[in-house]
């Protein structure tokens, strides 16, 4: 497919992808996929009194009907996940299979999302008092900011918008600036789907192009209740302190750097199976990614020589050919930090195989690489630090407290899991003194997570939940009602107050 069918096919005319400063670049051969207009700080303040606007009409629409747009949307996404699916692997460089996955996720996103616009429900709780009804009603809570990473360009934001929209509220989105073209693909695919119905107020989706001091601008406006912020755990800490200085909401969503531990016991076909694929799939490039390999000291060398073997029919090479395994690094600076940690790695006493750069003939604007394993004696700095490349380090331990002990002495906190077929040591590993991260797994990697659950983390990854399960309370204002149907005024705790 031609990149100007995909454009054509995704609303992207000529205007909107030919002119402007930002300049895109495919990760694919360093070629240029467009010229987008940025805005301007100027730019914003108007677009969040849009958004103001847009909330007094939109929270008034009943959630079904919210809903019933989401679902729309999610029809648009189905009609064109191949366009879709093509420009992120253009634009981002992960393989078309996981684009696919990544639209997938948007359109299993929407169906949870819709779903749910019935379910936004609170409690009724027994009151003290007699005669009186005390409840909670969710409320709209306003516009939300949305702030998303190169990674995922599009599944990221559309875990808030679903969720924020049919819970009342219009989103200002600023994407990475690295990914401008599949934002604007998926908003011009929700204004189709909003040109469908009667009822969605304009300026239900505004895009900010641009980098870091646009998102500081949505950080810093009180205008906006919500700030969902997903990148890395420096973005989070500036995105926190702005936030919580004007008192707002932040749900974060921040580095990780996940951990496998490998028992005895584990089946080592599934376990192989799992950790290449979460090693290695988008390159090393997700937040989820197996950073990690913690492996029982009796299986280590049997473990590693069966990766090495694997990981010498790893296909690098270009994301649109579908023999391909893994695409390229996203740019340059990706590349340079991956060599500079395999460097400090060794210098740590890491033994590394693997990890060079590759195709630089075919594409040398481009940086393909082989996945990289690098085996350490025990966990030393660097193993600590998130670095954003399909880059595995694997550690011995001897006993199973040591191997929780490693696990968990990471400064970040999103994604866990265990291979065992030992009962307790899976749920010693999700009980309290288990894995002390937002996702533990057992006998599956720690990355694709499925949608319907809570996805998020805890320490350095930020606190913050995404997606499935009651997530979509962060989205909305709780009010606390009491009704008394009595003709007396009994206060709470007995209280006796008369004045005559
Ligand atoms: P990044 O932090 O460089 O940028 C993310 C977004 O934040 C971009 O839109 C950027 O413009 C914006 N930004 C940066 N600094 C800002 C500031 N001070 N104020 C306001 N906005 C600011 O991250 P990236 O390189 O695009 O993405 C990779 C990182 O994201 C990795 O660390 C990865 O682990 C993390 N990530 C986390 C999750 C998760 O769910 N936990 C998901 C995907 C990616």
Redesign the pocket.
């Given at each position: 497919m031609q990149k100007e069918d995909v454009f054509k096919a995704l609303g992207l005319s000529p205007s909107i992808v030919n002119q402007g400063p930002l300049v895109v670049r495919s990760p694919i051969d360093g070629s240029e996929l467009g010229r987008v207009r940025d805005q301007s700080p100027s730019d914003i303040p108007p677009m969040i009194h849009k958004a103001v606007q847009s909330f007094k009409d939109w929270r008034l629409v009943p959630a079904p009907k919210r809903g019933d747009l989401i679902r729309l949307y999610g029809k648009e996404l189905r009609a064109h996940k191949e366009d879709l699916a093509t420009l992120i692997t253009l634009e981002n460089g992960k393989i078309l299979e996981e684009s696919r996955g990544e639209v997938q996720e948007m359109i299993d996103m929407c169906d949870f999302a819709a779903g749910l616009s019935r379910q936004l429900y609170g409690l009724t709780i027994a009151s003290e008092r007699p005669s009186h009804r005390m409840m909670e009603t969710w409320h709209p809570l306003g516009p939300a900011g949305v702030?998303?990473?190169?990674?995922?360009p599009v599944a990221?934001w559309c875990w808030n918008f679903a969720l924020a929209l049919v819970c009342g509220n219009p989103v200002l989105w600023?994407?990475?600036?690295?990914t401008p073209l599949t934002a604007l693909a998926a908003a011009s695919l929700f204004e189709r789907a909003a040109a469908r119905v009667s009822y969605a107020p304009p300026s239900l989706l505004q895009l900010v192009i641009?980098?870091?001091?646009?998102?500081?601008i949505?950080?810093d406006s009180p205008a906006l209740p919500l700030i969902s912020?997903?990148?890395?755990?420096?973005?989070?800490k500036?995105?926190a302190t702005?936030v919580a200085a004007r008192l707002g909401r932040s749900l974060?969503?921040?580095?990780?750097n996940n951990g496998m531990i490998l028992t005895p016991s584990a089946d080592l076909d599934l376990a192989i199976r799992a950790i290449v694929f979460s090693a290695l799939g988008t390159t090393g490039?997700?937040?989820?990614?197996l950073r990690r390999l913690i492996v029982h000291a009796s299986l280590y060398n049997q473990v590693v020589e069966h990766l090495k073997k694997v990981y010498a029919n790893v296909i690098s090479g270009n994301p649109l050919d579908p023999k391909t395994h893994m695409g390229p690094l996203?740019e340059r600076e990706s590349f340079e930090a991956m060599q500079q940690t395999l460097h400090q790695a060794r210098t740590e006493g890491g033994k590394n195989f693997g990890g060079e750069r590759v195709l630089q003939e075919t594409y040398p604007q481009a940086y393909y690489v082989r996945p990289a394993l690098v085996e350490m004696s025990t966990q030393t700095d660097i193993v600590r630090k998130?670095t954003?490349a399909p880059l595995l380090y694997v550690i011995p331990y001897q006993t199973f407290e040591e191997a929780l002990h490693l696990h968990n002495d990471v400064s970040q906190g999103?994604s866990s899991c265990i291979f065992t077929n030992d009962i307790r040591e899976a749920e010693v590993f999700l009980s309290s003194s288990g894995s002390d991260c937002g996702i533990a797994n057992v006998n599956i990697g720690p990355s694709g997570a499925e949608i319907g659950g809570a996805?998020?983390?805890e320490k350095d990854?930020?606190g913050?939940r995404?997606s499935g399960s009651d997530t979509w309370k962060t989205y909305m204002r709780r009010a606390t009602n009491t009704i008394n149907y009595s003709d007396s005024l009994p206060l709470a705790q007995g209280i006796r107050f008369e004045v005559e």
């Open positions: 702030i998303s990473p190169f990674n995922f990221v600023k994407p990475s600036e690295k641009g980098g870091r001091d646009l998102g500081k949505l950080v912020a997903t990148g890395s755990t420096a973005m989070g500036a995105v702005g974060l969503e921040l580095s990780g490039q997700r937040c989820t990614t996203f998130e954003f999103l996805f998020g983390g990854t930020g913050g995404e």
